[in-house]
């Protein structure tokens, strides 16, 4: 996707079970967060453009009639059942859709974009490679709700305090609680990496948790002289999943020159009194965002993503990751874990140092190729 507008705002309120609705309809009735939104989504810096806020179907219906569309703003509804656009609103069959839409089509009638809902919507924007904030109004109270704010990983976000134009300290309406907070999710808070990997043929990577193929040392000497460090005193940031990390044996685990990150949401204090793990992260971006402050410290010069499949989905997908090294057997083995196919932004380029002529080993024939992001 292009980047031509760099952040996307979220703006959302919820309250203690991060509930945003029930029925279609806010569970609480506050003019000041109805008016502090009306701000925040129409103000422009620019007196010649207005600011994009992009919502599903079922947030559009919510508006009342006559409030509808959202005035001095672009409204853009996010639906594959509407046929036709309500007049002066767009229609996009997607959120990327949404995105470059606004990015080419509107880009010079376009200040800033808003995302108002709902739940679906906001998890999509908060999945998306962009740099996020989010205008949160913190509802103190409990209330019955059927729609629910996505989790979001506090650990990624920062919260910014005094942020110019939002109400500070607790407010009260209607006997009602509440606090307007503003976080912040920066891509530059992670690190850039690569990625390791070696698949089969029918691109397999793991049987039964363990390689598919016979042992391949030429394979591991050159996977051992691409990640081991460079320099004396710094290390290498290793990323696995979980299960990766529990196949892992022998040299690969014990590696004195590597600091081994694991992704996990389970058996988090198992892996934490493991003496060979220096980290566990709950996702990809945790990972990375932990291997930058290592590399800001001069800890660290290179980062590395070595598996397993869910990992590598999400890592190829990353805008963050600028090289895969893949060792390509050319014969097929019975797998039950495949290494993804690689966007179309990574382009086969192959590397000094690296040899690109047919390998032999063991009895396989392989080959080593460098893919390098592009765009």
């Not at 990751?321 to 874990?337: A, Q, R």
Request: hydrophobic residues 35%; proline residues 5%.
């Amino acid at each position: 996707m292009s980047k031509t507008k760099s952040i996307l705002n979220l703006v959302v309120a919820a309250c203690n079970s991060r509930g945003i609705g029930k029925n279609g309809q806010l569970p609480w009735r506050i003019r000041k967060d109805m008016d502090f939104f009306k701000k925040i989504t129409m103000e422009t810096k620019d007196p010649d453009k207005k600011n994009v806020v992009i919502m599903g179907r079922k947030t559009w219906f919510s508006i009342p009639e006559k409030f509808r569309p959202l005035p001095k703003r672009i409204n853009i509804i996010l639906s594959r059942e509407m046929k036709e656009a309500p007049s002066g609103v767009y229609i996009a069959r997607s959120f990327d859709e949404a995105i470059t839409m606004v990015n080419n089509d509107l880009s010079d009638k376009v200040e800033s974009i808003y995302v108002i809902g709902g739940s679906s919507i906001y998890k999509a924007a908060m999945d998306s490679d962009y740099d996020i904030r989010i205008f949160l109004t913190k509802i103190l109270a409990d209330y019955d709700c059927d729609t629910f704010l996505p989790q979001f990983d506090e650990n990624l976000y920062k919260i910014i305090e005094n942020y110019e134009g939002v109400p500070k300290g607790k407010q009260t309406e209607n006997d009602i609680d509440f606090i307007f907070e503003v976080y912040e999710k920066n891509m530059n808070q992670m690190c850039e990496f690569d990625i390791m990997a070696a698949m089969c043929s029918n691109r397999g990577i793991g049987m039964n948790n363990k390689l598919p193929w016979p042992y391949i040392e030429k394979d591991y000497e050159y996977y051992t002289q691409k990640c081991s460090p460079n320099t004396k005193g710094k290390y290498t940031v290793v990323i696995k999943g979980r299960m990766t990390w529990e196949c892992t044996k022998g040299r690969e685990r014990t590696n004195p020159g590597y600091l081994n990150v694991i992704i996990s949401h389970s058996k988090r204090d198992q892996l934490q009194s493991d003496e060979y793990v220096h980290k566990v992260a709950d996702n990809l971006d945790a990972a990375l965002i932990y291997a930058n402050k290592l590399k800001q410290e001069g800890k660290c010069e290179r980062v590395w993503v070595l598996g397993g499949q869910k990992v590598y989905d999400n890592a190829v997908h990353h805008p963050c990751c600028k090289k895969i090294y893949l060792t390509e057997i050319y014969k097929d083995f019975p797998s039950d874990t495949f290494f993804p196919p690689l966007p179309s932004c990574f382009k086969e380029t192959g590397e000094e140092g690296v040899d690109p002529d047919i390998q032999e080993d063991n009895g396989l024939q392989f080959q080593f190729k460098v893919f390098t992001q592009t765009e």
